[in-house]
């Protein structure tokens, strides 16, 4: 593999990207000017809207302005909301990354809080240029998520059996892996105990895939989709059970929770809905909420499955998009980074489109660009939530 961009903390990036972060919808303006000022493809905009403090979003942001593909910071700040700005830029800086903060209030407005982001964004990509330091890159540095979005009949047949096939290739080369959609995978919660790597994990494993469940019928509304049922999808079972297969055959070595990083190689199950009553809303409301919390837990890219189709990509980290339906690849190929759709017309088997999505994560681990970074994607979502900061299960030494 190519090189890695080595952080203070001992992780490794296969990017360095300028964040330039809002801290309130009321600072967006000015941070997205900035960011479209910079004409720079590494400068990417990142923000949470809300007005009022939410520990969620403090975590998830903490977690994110630190990831290993993150070198360097640009806080936007309009200067009377409750984010905690000075708590993440101290967190940012203590990470030993270069960050500045910009208080609109304080600089005079909307032109002159964009000349002085601007002024920022210079010297912070300066200090990270200084920072520089290119080591080694491994198979065992890299941490991968998956998700699927725009599921259809083939996502179960094609796509996602490949993915799990390149997820068993991956951890077996000491890669660390991470599987999501506990709301997805309702009635697959015993197939997932008999691969826990202890009985504390399955246990942890059945109690999440309950709690979905009383999540979802509180809300009034689970994770089928119109979308699914026109792409020949019949039950949410069938769905679930489609959704399962991207986690592979591995064992399942703990249960995190978003903004906690697993504590070793291997495959994790990450659980997203929260253990209160609803509050804010449903828990998966986009999946680019879903990369978002991937990347919180040192997800360096993501491999996303759709049978529909689907455009979306992430500041921060690569997603790279895999479709199981040969018409959607003829249709939509300019999105679409592997064709499982081989799958269905008999032109490839399981295993070959498994090695075909390894050896792509691995070009792009060294900088090739997936199709959602070549076109510009950099769709970047948090909002309010209340939610454990930490799994129930998750043991160091389990492999």
Request: with cysteine; glycine share 12%; hydrophobic share 40%.
């Amino acid at each position: 593999m190519a090189d890695g961009y080595a952080r203070a903390d001992g992780r490794k990036g296969i990017r360095d990207v300028l964040a330039v972060i809002y801290l309130v919808e009321c600072a967006h303006h000015v941070a997205r000017r900035v960011v479209e000022q910079s004409n720079d493809a590494d400068v990417h905009l990142l923000g949470f809207p809300g007005c009022y403090p939410n520990d969620y979003a403090l975590r998830m942001m903490k977690a994110l302005a630190t990831h290993a593909n993150v070198g360097g910071a640009v806080l936007v700040s309009l200067g009377c909301e409750g984010f905690d700005r000075e708590g993440l830029a101290a967190q940012i800086a203590a990470s030993g990354r270069p960050v500045e903060t910009v208080v609109i209030q304080q600089a005079g407005g909307t032109r002159s809080g964009i000349d002085a982001a601007v002024a920022a964004v210079g010297r912070v990509r300066a200090e990270m240029r200084e920072r520089a330091r290119r080591v080694p890159m491994h198979l065992s540095d890299l941490v991968i998520g998956t998700i699927c979005g725009g599921s259809d009949g083939t996502s179960g047949i094609a796509a996602n059996p490949a993915v799990g096939r390149a997820f068993d290739r991956l951890v077996d080369a000491g890669a660390t892996c991470i599987f999501e959609e506990t709301g997805e995978m309702i009635g697959c919660e015993g197939a997932m105990a008999t691969r826990a790597a202890t009985p504390e994990i399955a246990r942890a494993i059945d109690q999440a895939i309950a709690n979905a469940e009383t999540y979802y019928r509180a809300m009034g509304y689970g994770s089928f989709a119109p979308g699914n049922a026109e792409g020949g999808l019949s039950t949410l079972e069938e769905k679930s059970a489609g959704a399962y297969v991207k986690s592979g055959s591995r064992p399942i070595n703990g249960l995190i929770r978003p903004t906690q990083a697993p504590d070793g190689p291997g495959l994790y199950l990450l659980d997203v809905v929260p253990d209160t009553a609803p509050k804010f809303g449903f828990p998966n409301i986009a999946d680019n909420a879903e990369i978002v919390e991937l990347m919180s837990c040192g997800a360096h890219l993501t491999l996303f499955t759709t049978g529909r189709g689907s455009v979306v990509g992430s500041a921060i980290a690569p997603v790279v998009k895999i479709t199981g339906n040969p018409e959607t690849y003829a249709r939509m190929g300019e999105d679409m980074d592997i064709d499982a759709g081989r799958v269905m017309l008999g032109e490839a088997t399981l295993d070959q489109v498994g090695d075909d999505i390894f050896d792509l994560v691995v070009a792009i681990a060294g900088g090739a660009p997936s199709k959602s970074e070549a076109l510009g994607h950099r769709e970047f979502i948090l909002g309010y939530k209340t939610i454990d900061a930490v799994g129930p299960a998750c043991h160091p030494g389990v492999r």
